[in-house]
C-alpha cells in the first residue's frame, strides 16, 4: 500500500514507540520534547478515544475532519484500485503518512498498536525504537511469557537503529536481549543503566519534578504535569528517545527552558483525568477515566486511584464503571481496587467487547460491593451517578473505547 500511495513515509525520521504499557504518554512527552528542538512533529497515538483523526496530530494537536477526511480519501483510492488486502492499522498508518506527507512534516513519533515488527507503523522505517515496558497482555498474539512478549515487541529493532530500553522485568530483558544479539550496528540505552532519573515534589505542590541523565546530557528539573510516579518513567524514556534523536542528527538540541515549558503543558487525555465538576443530566461530580487496560496497568495507576478516593468529602464509595475485551483478565484487573466499591459492568461499542454478564461471571468470588449490568456506556454512567449520590466519584477504566465514550457521554471535545 505504501509502495502504491508513492512512499509517503520515506522522507520521516524520529520514533517508533512500542510496549504494553505507557507507550501514549511516552509520545506525548516526546512530541512536547521534539517541538522544543524547533522540529514540527507528526504524531500517531493509537488506539483513539472519540474520533480517528486522534491517530494523525500536528505538534500534538488532532488534525482537523476535513484534513482527516482527504488524507484518508487518499489511502481509500489506492486500495481500491489495486485491490489490496489491508488490517485496519495499516489504513490507519498509511493515513497519518499521507497527511504527514501533505503537510510537510519529516519528523514523526509513531505508536505501535500491538506487538512490534508486525506492527503496521514499524514500516515507516523509523531508526530510533523505544521499549516502555513489557507485561502479560495480548497473550494470544504475543505469546503467555514475558519472554515471548519481549522478543515480540523488540523485533521492531532493525540493523543500525537506536534502542532506549525502559526499564523491563529480568525475564522481559533476557528476551530482548536475545533479539538484539542477533541485530547489528546497534546503539542500546537502557534504564538503570545508561538513563537514570530522579523524581522530586515540585515547589508548587502539584506534579513532580524530574532529573534525567542520558549519554548525551544532564536535564535537571523537568516538570510531569502527569500524575502517578509511572508517569516519571515514562518522561525519562521519553526525553532519553528524543536525545537519541538529536544524536542522529534528526532534530537539534532541545532548548532548556522551552523544554520545561513544553513538557509542563503536556496533557494525555484518558489517562488518570478527573473531571471536576463532571455533569451527566441532573447530576454534578467527579469523573475520573483511566485508560489501563490489563492488570498491570490498573496496579501501576491504582495508588492514584485511591489517593483521588480521598481527596475531598464523598457521599459514599466511588463507584466503578467497567468494560474490557473478551481475552481481558477482569479478575486480575479489578483485584487492585477495593472490593467493597459499588460495581456497574457494560459493554462498548466494539465488536471486542466483552458482554457484561461473561465479565460478572468472571468476578472474584470474595466481591462485597453491589454489582449491576447495563448494555452500554451512557446507561452505566447513569447508574454509577446514581450510586455515588450528588458529588460523588467515579472512575471508569477497563478499556480505552469505555474512556472514548464516557468523553463523548460528557460532552468533552476530542483532545
Known amino acids: 500500500m505504501l509502495e502504491m500511495l508513492g512512499r509517503p513515509e520515506r522522507s520521516l525520521r524520529g520514533m517508533l514507540v512500542v510496549g504494553t504499557n505507557g507507550k501514549g504518554s511516552t509520545c506525548a512527552f516526546a512530541v512536547a520534547a521534539v517541538t522544543a528542538a524547533g522540529a514540527r512533529v507528526g504524531s500517531m497515538p493509537s488506539p483513539h478515544l472519540q474520533e480517528p483523526r486522534e491517530r494523525i496530530r500536528i505538534d500534538g ?3 482537523t475532519r476535513a484534513e482527516y477526511a482527504e488524507a484518508f480519501a487518499e489511502v481509500w483510492h489506492a486500495i481500491e484500485l489495486h485491490g489490496l488486502p489491508v488490517l485496519a492499522q495499516g489504513i490507519h498508518a498509511a493515513t497519518a503518512a499521507v497527511h504527514f506527507r501533505r503537510a510537510g512534516v519529516d519528523v514523526a513519533v509513531a505508536e ?5 515488527s508486525r506492527a503496521a507503523a514499524a514500516e515507516l522505517g523509523l531508526d530510533v525504537k523505544v521499549v516502555t515496558g513489557v507485561g502479560l497482555d495480548h497473550t494470544r498474539l504475543l505469546g503467555d511469557s514475558l519472554h515471548q512478549i519481549a522478543r515480540a515487541k523488540i523485533a521492531a529493532a532493525q540493523n543500525g537503529d537506536h534502542v532506549v530500553l525502559g526499564r523491563l522485568a529480568p525475564e522481559a530483558a533476557a528476551g530482548a536481549e536475545q533479539v538484539l544479539r542477533d541485530r547489528s550496528g546497534l546503539t542500546v540505552w537502557r534504564m538503570d543503566h545508561e538513563i537514570r532519573y530522579t523524581a522530586r515534589p515540585s515547589a508548587s505542590g502539584t506534579g513532580a519534578l524530574v532529573d534525567v541523565t542520558t549519554p548525551r546530557t544532564v536535564h535537571r528539573g523537568l516538570p510531569c504535569p502527569l500524575s502517578g510516579a509511572h508517569q516519571h518513567h515514562n ?5 532519553a528517545a528524543v536525545d537519541a534523536m538529536a544524536e542522529r542528527g534528526h532534530i537539534r538540541e532541545p532548548d532548556g527552558e522551552l523544554l520545561r515549558a ?11 483525568e478527573l473531571i471536576d465538576p463532571a455533569r451527566l443530566d441532573h447530576w454534578t461530580g467527579r469523573v475520573l477515566l483511566e485508560g489501563a487496560t490489563n492488570p498491570q496497568g490498573v496496579a501501576t495507576v491504582a495508588p492514584e486511584i485511591l489517593r483521588q478516593a480521598r481527596a475531598g468529602d464523598l457521599p459514599g464509595p466511588p463507584v466503578l464503571v467497567f468494560a474490557a475485551m473478551h481475552d481481558k483478565d477482569v479478575s486480575g484487573m479489578l483485584a487492585p481496587l477495593p472490593s467493597h466499591w459499588p460495581l456497574v459492568l457494560t459493554r462498548t461499542g466494539s465488536h471486542q467487547a466483552a458482554d457484561p454478564a461473561a465479565l460478572h461471571h468472571q468476578l472474584a468470588p470474595g466481591r462485597q460491593g453491589p454489582c449491576l449490568t447495563t448494555d452500554d456506556t451512557p446507561a452505566a454512567l447513569r447508574r454509577a451517578a446514581e450510586h455515588a449520590g450528588p458529588g460523588g466519584l467515579v472512575v471508569v477504566l477497563g478499556s480505552l473505547r469505555l474512556v472514548g465514550e464516557t468523553r463523548t457521554a460528557l460532552g468533552l471535545h476530542p483532545a
Do not use: E, K, M
Request: proline share 8%; glycine share 12%; net charge positive.
Open 235 to 239: 518522561l525519562a524514556t521519553a526525553v
Open 262 to 272: 513544553r513538557l509542563a503543558a503536556t496533557r494525555w487525555p484518558g489517562r488518570l
Open 112 to 116: 505501535a498498536s500491538i506487538g512490534g
Open 61 to 63: 494537536v488532532p488534525v
